[in-house]
């Protein structure tokens, strides 16, 4: 078993972030920093597969590395899993169906109906063998739910076998209430409450995304083993900010 692996099974959060940008050297430095995963963007960024294939490249081989897909998808879940990267994060997954449909896509036959072929997730065919024989078992596949649909149904959904694990969106949770933006009102604090209450009760590890550590830091202590805080740009644009105000003042 890797220790990549490892790592995901094992009950320790995991402290990770969300890379949008096309530079591959962010994503070796950031990888290099103490993130223990990165969540690279499809759905929400400019990146191409190409793209996310050299930032694979140029990541540290400890950090696990999952890409988020643009859609529930099966061309797309192919395709990014042929770039080698450690698993997926499928977003908007709203019903039992459409969480099988994720699964099967991501699993090589028997478990689904990912079709077989060679790429850089195989080695470029030196690896095929091994690749083929681990896939099912090492690549991780995360389910979000984000939308009060999903929560409804989390129960069915968290039935699917192969779910490596649920990653809560509170953002579109909250648009999806009504509520857009405003994470902290009552009602998204309440569907992600029952997302955690089930979670827990079929003992599926869970996810959650802050904007800062401030907004995560309950989230560790409560249990939650995925953690992804900020976003690349962001975190530049607010250094950038910082420094020109701690200097402004004195032009
Ligand atoms: C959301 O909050 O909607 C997310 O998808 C976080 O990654
Ligand atoms: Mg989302």
Redesign the pocket.
Known sequence: MNSKIEKIQSDTPLIGT?ITLSNPQITEMLSSAGFDWL?IDM??STLTIGEVQSLLQAMHPDCISIV?IPGNDPVWIKRVLETGCDGIMV?LVNSEEEANAAVNAAKYPPDGNRSIGVSRAHGYGAGFDSYIKNANRETVVLI?I?HINSVNNIEQILSVKGIGGI????????GSLNRIGD?SNEKVKEAIARVKESCNRHAVSYGY?GMKPEAVQAEIKDGCKFI?VGIDFVMLAATAHRYIESLKGLC
């Not at 990653?167 to 949770?173: A, E, K, Q, S, T």
Request: hydrophobic share 40%.
């Open positions: 969300i969540m759905e929400h988020r977003p979000q984000e990653f809560i969106g509170p953002y579109d949770l909250s994470i995304f992804l």
